[in-house]
């Protein structure tokens, strides 16, 4: 039995396919913001200013988010539902592009902190840049830890992760309960994650709920609602 969204009444946020993937209506989003507590901050692509990050807010190639200290966010990206979990004291650039079937080249910058990513039925590209290394996802759950000096550290819980070291250039795969640990020097290496390597366990994975309704003020300054509605669809 598949699903479908409906969207009321006047502004159409994000909609789901017959197959379950989220893609963008009028806009170009390419992920959703699902959970947001304490202090995060968001800046649209080319704006100048931050603002509060809200839940239900569509996230498009480029927007910048920020974690305080007491910050959490939840995103999901919008062709295959990964999610993705940002802790505390964390800054990162969510990019994506998507080719002629729907499914988003999926790319995080991330300049500092602690990223906890679930991938259940990839699809397209995901990789995580940060200023030492590449890491790219192959289906898989994992940390990705990044210190103030940009060394880069990956627990792979489930899957493989490929990891590689922008300054030599070497690349190493991190299998499931692996570390990999990468560095400004070029070093690059894998070892067995020990059992106070990862931070603590995040949040439980975000169930879609049935209905979404978001309130959002437009351009004119009026107040509008938006309900995303799942239906099921016998077809």
């Known amino acids: 039995m598949l699903k479908r969204i409906i969207i009321f009444p006047l502004l159409a946020l994000m909609l789901f396919n017959c197959a379950g993937s989220l893609f963008a209506s009028t806009d170009k989003a390419i992920a959703l913001a699902l959970k947001v507590t304490g202090e995060v901050m968001h800046r649209k692509t080319g704006a100048d200013i931050a603002t509060p990050l809200k839940f239900g807010t569509p996230l498009d190639d480029g927007d910048w988010i920020s974690t305080s200290e007491d910050g959490f966010a ?23 592009k998507r080719d002629e079937d729907a499914n988003i080249s999926k790319r995080i910058e991330m300049e500092i902190g602690e990223v906890f990513t679930r991938v259940k039925q990839q699809r397209g590209a ?58 400004a020097n070029g070093d690059n290496n894998v070892t067995p994650a020990g059992p106070n390597d990862a931070p603590p366990e995040p949040e ?4 879609i709920p049935e209905s979404i309704e978001i309130n959002v003020r437009d351009k004119d300054g009026r107040d509008r609602k938006i309900i995303i509605q799942y239906i099921e669809d016998n077809d």
């Open 74 to 96: 939840i995103l999901i990206f919008a062709d295959d539902k990964s999610q993705v979990k940002l802790r505390p004291n964390t800054e990162v650039i969510i990019k994506g």
């Open 126 to 183: 995901l990789e995580v840049v940060t200023p030492t290394s590449v890491a790219s996802v192959k289906g898989t759950e994992f940390w990705i830890i990044v210190n103030e000096d940009g060394t880069t550290e990956i627990l792979t819980l489930e899957g493989l992760v490929e990891l590689m070291n922008r300054v030599s250039g070497k690349t190493v795969e991190v299998g499931q309960g692996s570390k990999g640990t990468s560095d």
């Open 204 to 207: 439980s994975d975000v169930e």
